[in-house]
């Protein structure tokens, strides 16, 4: 007699007989259909997830780069004749000529960088101001080309540079004139009198994270210097590089570059403790989102025993009439394999919609609720993104039909080893 070759045309047939049989035939029963439902949902979820913290991450990451250093470059000091440390870098010129000369490097912008108190009209608020110089401004990429910038760049060197944060806390529009107070002013007989000085605001930008454009301005490196004292001195060096993600290789060319009493911090050291947290948020959640898979994938198991039950006489019946063993495993197998592959199919559809339109969907979340369902104070940025990764589809549909295939054998096993004299005795 010969071998039936796996899978043959007529297993799939007598598969899709039982798949298509109606309940009352002892056909798909209703924890089939119900396990079919939980792994659609449980791979939407899987993916919507997975989607939703990627583009988190990169939007994260991406306005950090975008407006702040990539790599800072600091002196440790020197005590100064009034007992005060002097972190200034007088030679900033030179120094910026020797980092820029590290490979990788694609800017280096000397910074003076204070905090000062804001006024406009009876507004106030606490600003972190940075003197730079105009054509470096230009160069930072959520800063220069921001989507929702009023006024104009060029005209920097006339004014201030506002997030638009800080702006709608001030109540100032382009064209304005802002009050800068800084308690390190001029020293008089009676004690250190408050420096103020007034700037039109020429520029007013939005970078995408809630805490720069709430507490950022921009002021010429010129005007800060005199504003600040800081005459002839920078307060650090502003590094861009090409690759940020490798930052930390070139961390110590830049600092050797930058001499023996130099310093450096990059972007990662700023934000590594947030970035490691979200990793570990995102191994968690995949865990956790695996287990509802699980839980999705054993229903199969339950439904598919129901099915071998119901279909003992058939299983008799056909194993009397020379029917392999084998066979019988790979009819049953299809069955409950057919059901995780249409569960997945349908989960993937469904958390790919989700990602394409995750704007829409969010607007529409957000409208119900009143505008609240997204804080940027707490969660930094202005909107929930989602970044559609081919890798995250992959893994998702790997993990679904992975346990869909396993926890299939069992129940398929079962049924190939049924007894057909005990299967037929009653019949």
């Known amino acids: 007699m010969a071998k039936t070759a796996p899978f043959a045309p007529f297993e799939w047939m007598i598969a899709w007989r039982y798949l298509r049989a109606r309940r009352a035939e002892g056909g798909v029963s209703v924890m089939t259909w119900i396990s ?9 979820a899987l993916i919507a997830t997975l989607s939703v913290r990627s583009g988190f991450r990169a939007e994260f990451v991406d306005t950090i780069l975008g407006s702040n250093a990539h790599v800072t470059v600091y002196q440790f000091g020197e005590v100064a004749p009034n007992g005060q440390i002097d972190r200034t870098i007088a030679d900033y010129d030179a120094l910026a000529a020797r980092v820029a000369e590290v490979p990788g490097v694609t800017r280096v912008a000397p910074l003076v960088r204070q905090q000062v108190m804001a006024n406009h009209r009876q507004s106030n608020a606490g600003v972190e101001v940075f003197g730079i110089a105009p054509d470096n401004l230009r160069t930072i990429p959520r800063v220069a080309r921001s989507e929702n910038a009023l006024g104009d760049i060029e005209r920097f060197e006339e004014g201030i540079a506002l997030g638009i944060g800080l702006a709608r806390t001030l109540g100032v529009g382009v064209g304005d004139l802002v009050k800068l107070i800084s308690p390190s002013g001029v020293k008089t007989a009676f004690g250190t009198s408050p420096r103020v000085s ?20 921009y002021l010429p490196i010129a005007d800060a210097q005199i504003f600040f004292n800081r005459e002839g001195v920078a307060d650090e060096l502003e590094v861009m590089v090409e690759e940020p993600e490798e930052v930390d290789r070139m961390a110590n060319a830049i600092l050797r570059a930058a001499g023996e009493n130099a310093q450096v911090w990059t972007w990662r050291d700023a934000s590594g403790a947030f970035l490691s947290a979200l990793d570990i948020e995102d191994r968690v959640m995949f865990v956790i989102l695996s287990v509802l898979v699980l839980i999705a994938a054993m229903n199969i198991v339950s439904g598919l025993i129901m099915l071998v039950k119901n279909k003992g006489r058939d299983i008799g019946i056909l194993r009397t009439m020379g029917l392999s063993e084998g066979s019988v495993l790979r009819i049953f197998f299809i069955c409950g394999a057919f059901t995780g592959i249409i569960g ?16 829409q969907i969010f607007g529409f979340v957000n ?5 609240t369902a997204w804080d940027a104070s707490i969660r930094g940025i202005y909107f929930l993104p989602a970044k559609l990764q081919l890798v995250d589809v992959f893994s998702a549909v790997a993990l679904s039909l992975g346990l869909s295939f396993v926890v299939t054998i069992f129940p398929a096993r079962r049924a190939a080893r049924m007894n057909p004299v005990e299967a037929l005795r009653y019949e």
């Open 36 to 44: 079919l439902i939980g792994i659609t949902l449980a791979v939407f």
């Open 198 to 217: 007034a700037y039109e605001v020429v520029y007013i930008f939005e970078a995408g994270r809630w805490d720069i454009d709430r507490t950022r301005a």
């Open 344 to 359: 997945t199919v349908a989960g993937v559809i469904l958390g790919c919609l989700f990602a394409i339109y995750v704007d």
């Open 367 to 371: 409208y119900l609720s009143g505008g």
